[in-house]
């Protein structure tokens, strides 16, 4: 067991655990975090994405001591705290997720894209974007990547 500090949405978070337990465990069992969702557990679905320092990381294979103290860490808990973020109000307004198990680390793809290409293309998307949605919203999420876009310049205005 090891103590560590993590700055998770803004807030130090002190944790004694496992070292090499993954961080999505950390998040969910230790923090009680249940935002970020499990799935496949090697990393490929994406259902576990956060934000490390602002990308996007597959929190079920990353070891907790892989992370630093300094690093910011972002669930979706912490995209905003009243719904405000453009990916949010994206998704509500188009009502993107069916069943939405993975629409967690779906927007936390997104928001991490929008981070990086403000104006991103739809190849940026295909490439970047590459969590599995099983009910097969894709067309969704990328209208939604989109419309957060326009949203995102809107308020820039």
Not at 19 to 25: C, Q
């Amino acid at each position: 067991m090891a103590k560590l500090n993590l700055n998770v949405n803004g807030v130090t978070k002190a944790v004694d655990v496992d070292p090499s337990m993954p961080l999505l465990w950390v998040l969910r069992e230790t923090l009680g975090m249940t935002g970020t969702k499990y799935s496949c557990g090697i990393a490929q679905c994406g259902a576990c994405t956060v934000h490390l320092d602002g990308q996007p990381i597959r929190s079920c294979v990353l070891p907790v001591s892989a992370v630093s103290e300094s690093t910011k860490i972002t669930t979706i808990e912490g995209l905003s705290e009243d719904l405000s973020h453009p990916v949010q109000k994206a998704w509500a307004q188009l009502d993107v997720p069916q069943c939405g198990y993975c629409q967690p680390g779906m927007m936390m793809a997104a928001a991490g894209l929008l981070n990086s290409k403000p104006n991103a293309t739809d190849a940026d998307i295909d490439r970047e974007v590459t969590n599995i949605c099983r009910c097969g919203t894709f067309q969704r999420v990328r209208e939604g990547i989109h419309l957060a876009q326009d949203i995102m310049k809107s308020t820039k205005a």
